[in-house]
C-alpha cells in the first residue's frame, strides 16, 4: 500500500519530553528575568515526523550513505555511485537534476536513493517521499471503485514532494494507462521543479534475440526523453549483493 499523511503519525512522535513535558518550550532566568525558548526537543520530533511522513519502508529505515558496503573490489561502479550521490546529498539546495540508478537486482541502487532521501531530511528538514511505481499503480486502480482513497489523495505526497525516491521504474506491466501514469507523474514534478530519484532494473541497452527490452520499452519514449532532462544516471553493473551473501551462507 502507498503510505499518506496520516495524522496519527504525528501523534506518535508526541512523547512527553523530560525538559518541556510536552509543550515545546522551556522557562529559564536570564539576567533576573524569566524567559521562555523553544524546547531543544522539538527539532528532533520535527525531523522524526518528517521521516516518517516520508513512507520509507521499514526495510529500507536503516540504509545510510555510510552504511552503503564497498563489498566487491572487482566493481568501480560501487564507489563511483556511492560518491556521486554523497556529491547530490552535498550540493543541495544547488541541484537541478535527480539521479537515475541503472543496475540489475541486488546492486544498491534503493539503499543509495533512500539513503539520500534520509539524509537530506535530516540535514535540511525537507518534504521527502518514497513510493515504489508498482504499488502506486495498484493503489490507483483500486481507487477507481470508489472504496479507497482517491485518485488526487493518493498523488498529492508524490506530486508535491520536495525529493521524490520513485522506486522500481518499468517493474508494472507497461500498459498504455501505467505509461500514461508515469507521464503524468514525471512531466507534473518537471514542471515545477521538483527533483526526483529513480531507479530501474532496465538500461537503454537490450537484447532482441534474448527477449530483453529496453528502458523505453518499459516506460515508454515519451517518459525515457524526460528522464534523460530530468535525472542524471547512475549505473550499477556488479553481482546481486542478496545473491552473494546467499552463495556465502551456503
Request: some cysteine.
Amino acid at each position: 500500500m502507498v503510505a499518506r499523511y496520516n495524522p496519527a503519525v504525528r501523534r506518535s512522535v508526541e512523547t512527553p519530553c523530560e525538559w518541556c513535558d510536552g509543550t515545546g518550550w522551556v522557562v529559564e532566568t536570564k539576567e533576573g528575568r524569566q524567559v521562555c525558548r523553544s524546547c531543544q526537543c522539538q527539532a528532533a520530533r520535527r525531523v522524526e515526523l518528517l521521516l516518517l511522513e516520508a513512507a520509507i519502508p521499514e526495510r529500507f529505515r536503516h540504509c545510510t550513505l555510510e552504511g552503503f558496503k564497498l563489498w566487491n573490489p572487482n566493481d568501480p561502479t560501487l564507489a563511483q555511485a556511492k560518491r556521486r550521490t554523497q556529491e547530490f546529498v552535498d550540493a543541495w539546495p544547488l541541484v537541478h537534476k535527480g539521479l537515475l540508478f541503472m543496475g540489475r537486482c541486488g546492486t544498491g541502487k534503493t539503499h543509495l536513493a533512500v539513503a539520500a532521501l534520509s539524509e537530506l531530511i535530516r540535514r535540511h528538514r525537507i518534504r521527502g517521499y518514497y513510493v515504489n511505481f508498482s504499488e502506486l499503480v495498484v493503489q490507483l486502480q483500486m481507487s477507481m471503485d470508489g472504496s479507497g482513497p482517491s485518485r488526487g489523495e493518493i498523488l498529492e505526497p508524490v506530486l508535491s514532494a520536495q525529493l521524490l525516491v520513485l522506486d522500481e521504474l518499468g517493474a508494472a506491466r507497461p500498459t498504455a494507462w501505467v505509461m500514461d501514469t508515469l507521464y503524468y507523474v514525471l512531466n507534473s514534478r518537471y514542471m515545477h521543479k521538483r527533483v526526483t530519484l529513480c531507479t530501474t532494473n532496465y538500461t537503454d541497452l537490450a537484447n532482441r534475440e534474448l527477449g530483453e527490452e529496453s528502458l523505453a520499452d518499459r516506460l515508454s519514449v515519451p517518459v525515457r526523453s524526460r528522464l534523460y532532462e530530468m535525472c542524471e544516471e547512475v549505473r550499477l553493473y556488479g553481482e546481486d549483493y542478496r545473491e552473494h551473501m546467499a552463495r556465502r551462507r551456503r
